[in-house]
């Protein structure tokens, strides 16, 4: 059996529009009209009056106004953005001084499986290697100065183009990172300061692909056999490969992956009991070089930071006053360049962004993959750029590792309410001098900290969003 | 022209055809027609130019933005879990049959997203580009809904190598990754 798709949707339609003709009402045209006439006349006044309702909903006291800062580059040492206490000074390249001790790394262990601490790198992992599934680290840098860190983000998902169905489960805490060096695996890393053991299904594409960003510190690992080995000191200065990999659980046969896994927390082994397959999903290597030597590695930034819960922002309404930003939702910091331009009306506003979580440990979210701006005239929202889109992914984001929206450009439109959300018209915005405000759209917002996950605030039956400083555009 | 008589004009001429084509999208006869009332309500709400002549074009995107509306407020930002689509009755009334009415079923497994994506692919011969353009999603994104949308529909009605996504160049935006 096999239906031509393009055939059949043409027959269909041909069918239906048949049908429609000699079997149905004719559309209501006076009705439609009059629907049409009266949003007319409501666009009109609301425009003529400008609304009053405030929407920028903020909670508690934690009305967080920011001054501008700085943009915040990727960088392999973060500074941290928020702090209320001394923090050290994590962009000073340590100095190298005769009084520290010798690094020590671990020995190759032929007898270990890859991955492990020791192990060689053309060992054979622990389960056979699966390619149907990729695993992906970006390292933002290819240096870092030793106890710094490198900022990554990392996937784990099927690869492009999908030639068959695979139903699996991948470790909810993200990729696993072999540092290797002269063939031996002399670090580990993780996107999880201390990962555990939950797997995370995954059946489909709609937002159940995980992007994870994290500071990943290079640091001896621990063989666990009593020697001499320097297990935790920030490793010496030289070049090491970073190796992605994951332990997965394939389901070939299985139209989803088991129900369970997405209603419990479930370990490899018992994900692998439901009918899986345990095996390795493993990446391409990257290469980074360590300069300097350190004794110690630095602590993650946000760590002293206390996590505030409460400062939250809806999306501004269309026809309201403009919002009150930047305004960081459940601590994430956007940064927008350039902060100013001049453009002809219907040319894309292209601009290169950073959101960086600001907060303790890491925040786990569903996010737009895109960057929207609200428009301002004359203190009214008269603009915005969100289409209606369910292409949402989840998003692991640990303190100072930002996600990168680079060089995104969107057309500046006029405002329409749908459904109680603001959506652009579509109609490119007329000559003026207008006020963008950007704006990350997400939901969800939780933090994973190391005692356990806290609900951040977040408006009600509406997406949260968190507000960039506004840029000056003049449309010609 | 006045508005009004370009609005009567197109629902003449053009109604049976966007009616079609919103059937094509939501599966049944009534949910089509009303999917066309509401994205002409949009269309001509907006003060739009009497002049346009891509006035039919612009509604067809206006339907197919509707359509995707009504499951968004429902689930954007809101579900964990995959879309699922409702399974919705085959309309009897567009008078399918045999391995037309096979397909219409089995467009009903996708969801909403995944079906827009099969129709701009297979009804309007858009490229992956420009689908991921006219939903305002990425390339990639694209990809993957057609790739979910051929593991549904294959068990159904046999091999759709239509549906595998071709190794285009997916548009550079989004989240480091």
Same mark, same amino acid.
């Given at each position: 059996m096999n239906r031509d798709l393009e055939s059949a949707l043409e027959e269909l339609a041909a069918r239906a529009e048949q049908s429609h003709r000699s079997r149905r009402a004719p559309l209501p045209v006076d009705l439609i009209t009059a629907r049409a006439r009266r949003g007319r006349r409501t666009r009109g006044a609301l425009v003529a009056a400008? /609304? !009053?309702? !405030?929407?920028?909903a903020v909670a508690g006291t934690a009305f967080a106004v920011l001054p501008n800062l700085t943009p915040v580059p990727p960088a392999e040492t973060p500074t941290p953005t928020v702090t209320t206490s001394p923090t050290p000074t994590p962009t000073e390249t340590p100095t190298p001084t005769p009084t520290l001790a010798p690094v020590v790394l671990p020995p190759g262990n032929p007898s270990l499986p890859f991955g492990a601490c020791g192990s060689l790198a053309d060992a054979a992992p622990a389960y056979p290697v699966d390619d149907r599934v990729d695993v992906r680290i970006t390292p933002a840098t290819d240096t870092l100065s030793a106890g710094g860190f490198v900022s990554a983000g990392g996937v784990i998902e099927r690869p492009m183009p999908f030639e068959t169905y695979l139903a699996y489960a991948v470790p909810d805490d993200g990729p696993s990172v072999a540092v290797v060096k002269d063939g031996v695996v002399v670090g580990t890393a993780s996107f999880s300061e201390v990962a555990g053991d939950v797997t995370a299904g995954r059946s489909g594409n709609d937002g159940e692909v995980t992007f994870f960003t994290s500071l990943l510190g290079l640091t001896v690992c621990d063989p666990?056999?009593?020697?001499p080995v320097t297990a935790g000191r920030p490793l010496p200065a030289g070049t090491y490969e970073l190796r992605p990999w994951a332990s997965i659980v394939t389901y070939d046969g299985l139209p989803e992956a088991p129900a369970e896994l997405f209603q419990d927390s479930l370990t490899f082994e018992q994900a692998a009991a439901l009918g899986g397959t345990p095996a390795t999903a493993v990446g391409e290597p990257t290469t980074v070089t360590v300069t300097g030597e350190a004794e110690t590695q630095q602590p993650l930034p946000g760590a002293d930071v206390p996590l505030d819960t409460t400062t939250f922002a809806a999306p501004p309404a269309c026809g309201? %006053?403009? %919002?009150? /930003?930047p305004l960081r939702g459940a601590m994430l910091d956007l940064q927008v360049t350039p902060v100013a331009t001049t453009l002809a009306s219907g040319e894309p506003l292209a601009v290169t962004a950073t959101v960086q979580y600001t907060g303790p440990d890491r925040l786990r979210f569903y996010g737009y993959e895109r960057i929207d701006y609200w428009v301002v005239q004359d203190g009214v929202v008269v603009g915005v750029t969100v289409v209606a889109n369910d292409a949402f992914s989840q998003y692991d984001v640990g303190s100072g590792a930002p996600l990168v929206f680079s060089e995104w450009g969107l057309v500046l439109t006029s405002c329409v309410t749908e459904s109680g959300y603001p959506l652009s018209t579509g109609d490119p915005l007329p000559a003026g001098e207008y006020t963008v405000y950007p704006a990350w759209a997400f939901s969800d917002p939780v933090a994973r900290t190391g005692t356990g996950t806290v609900e951040m605030l977040r408006p009600d039956d509406i997406y949260s969003v968190t507000l960039g400083s506004p840029i000056p555009v003049t449309l010609t | 022209m006045s508005w009004e008589a370009d609005l009567d004009r197109l629902v003449t001429d053009r109604g049976p055809a966007l009616v079609a084509y919103a059937y094509l999208l939501v599966g049944d006869m009534a949910s089509a027609e009303d999917l066309v009332q509401d994205a002409l309500v949009r269309t001509y709400s907006r003060?739009?130019? $009497? $002049?346009?002549?891509w006035v039919e074009a612009y509604v067809r995107r206006t339907i197919l933005h509707t359509f995707l509306d009504g499951y968004r407020a429902k689930t954007r930002f809101a579900a964990v879990t995959p879309l699922v689509a409702t399974p919705e009755a085959v309309d009897d009334e567009a008078s399918v049959a045999g391995d037309r009415a096979d397909v219409a079923r089995a467009l009903t497994t996708l969801s909403p997203r995944e079906r827009a994506c099969v129709v701009l692919r297979f009804?309007?011969?858009?490229t992956l580009p420009e689908i991921g353009l006219r939903l305002d999603i990425s390339a990639g994104a694209v990809k993957r809904y057609l790739s979910d949308a051929r593991h549904k529909l294959e068990p159904l009605l046999?091999?759709? %190598?239509?549906? !595998? !996504?071709?190794d285009v160049a997916t548009i550079t935006k989004g989240g480091a990754r």
């Open positions: 400008g /609304a !009053a309702a !405030a929407v920028v666990g056999d009593g020697g309201a %006053p403009a %919002p009150v /930003a | 003060r739009r130019p $009497e $002049e346009i002549t009804y309007d011969d858009l046999g091999p759709q %190598p239509g549906l !595998a !996504a071709e």
